[in-house]
């Protein structure tokens, strides 16, 4: 019952490759993070919106893709002495460039086919696309892991995922799952320490930290008609990016470029707070993963937000906050296997339960 989960982010800064025990239990068994190479993460990153020779730059970045996951489930398999023989399938999310439900469809690359070969282990892929057709947003995926992982937690609680994006878990005794995307996590943080120090992330939330919330632009972005809709919901770096905070910026007087990351911080934690106290007024935890989940100020907003919830990383309850997602598509790839139904009808709107993923057998 060996599973290899792979996880690559709209953060773009990496691939999680997670080997993981899947019995009476999910067992995370052992971890691997293989960064993602600067030039790889750009041609990525160029093929979220519309471009030039896409089809062939495309597939040109699903092969590097492919082979450095190879590289880190290779590497995985070295450090615990495990053979390709002993894992039944290896779930790869695959990297997504596009994603709009709205018109059908979903788009994540990563040359399943390759990656097969490469490996020589079954890979079960395109976890998204059979919701989508049933009428689902093909996002989140996760509530149905955290559903059955979590099934012995307190109730209601709330397990949020703050990856590039933010989306929440909602958990309530003799209820079904509920859960949605909230909007932005860490992607505007991101985009915009990266557009103007050239670091990757603001550690710790320090930069944030150290500004003020300019009340104009955190009043501006919470317009964003996203933010009113209630769910099934879902977004993606089709609508918050780096182009949409510049074109509010660039309505606005001068703002202090620290003030605008503590202004992102706010926003993402309100955001965030919001939309679960609106679907769950009751809630009394908040347990996090992620990256997101090693932002302290960010988490100092939220707990602040949510005065009457605890707040804080899964580690507290023994499930790794960094490993959460790659687990996740591991235990996916064993639904597939095993004909078991892995979306939420209530969480994406698809039309009924359906058995998601597509098998390349080894």
């Known amino acids: 019952m060996l599973y290899i989960g792979i996880m690559s982010g709209t953060s773009l800064d990496g691939i999680d490759i997670s080997l ?47 082979r450095l996951a190879a590289q880190g489930v290779a590497k995985i ?11 039944r399938a290896i779930g790869s999310h695959g990297q997504t460039i596009r994603h709009e439900p709205a018109q059908q469809f979903t788009v994540q690359i990563g040359s399943p086919a390759l990656l097969t070969e490469l490996t020589d282990i079954c890979v079960v892929t395109d976890f998204r696309s059979r919701d989508v057709a049933a009428g689902g947003q093909g996002a989140p995926l996760v509530p149905a892991f955290h559903e059955m992982l979590f099934q012995q937690q307190a109730k209601p609680c709330a397990i949020l995922n703050i990856g590039g994006f933010s989306n929440v878990t909602l958990l309530a005794e003799q209820q079904e799952t509920y859960g949605f995307d909230c909007g932005p996590g860490n992607v505007l943080m991101d985009a915009w320490i990266e557009h103007k120090k050239n670091t990757p992330f603001d550690k710790d939330g320090a930069w944030a930290a150290s500004g003020t919330v300019s009340q104009t ?15 099934p919901k879902s977004t993606g770096r089709e609508l918050f990016n780096l182009t949409w905070l510049q074109s509010l910026l660039a309505q606005l ?107 390349y057998p080894a």
């Open 20 to 66: 993981v025990d899947i019995d009476s239990q999910c067992r995370l068994v052992a971890s691997h993070y293989v960064p993602m190479p600067p030039q790889l993460k750009l041609e990525l990153l160029s093929l979220c919106s519309s471009g030039a020779d896409e089809i062939n730059r495309a597939a040109l970045a699903e092969q590097k893709w492919a």
């Open 77 to 87: 398999l070295a450090d615990t002495h495990t053979s390709a023989e002993q894992i």
């Open 217 to 231: 632009l955190l009043n501006t972005m919470l317009q964003e008609p996203f933010l009113a809709t209630q769910g």
């Open 253 to 359: 007087e001068s703002i202090a470029d620290h003030d605008v990351q503590a202004t992102l911080c706010e926003f993402t934690a309100q955001s965030i707070a919001e939309s679960i106290i609106l679907a769950q007024a009751n809630t009394q935890a908040v347990w996090v993963c992620g990256g997101g989940a090693h932002n302290k100020e960010l988490l100092g907003r939220l707990s602040y937000l949510m005065p009457t919830c605890t707040v804080a990383s899964t580690d507290v309850l023994g499930v790794s906050a960094d490993w959460m997602e790659a687990m996740a598509f591991a235990w996916l790839a064993h639904c597939c296997l095993e004909s078991i139904p892995s979306n939420r009808p209530t969480v994406t709107g698809a039309n009924g339960l359906r058995i998601l993923g597509a098998i």
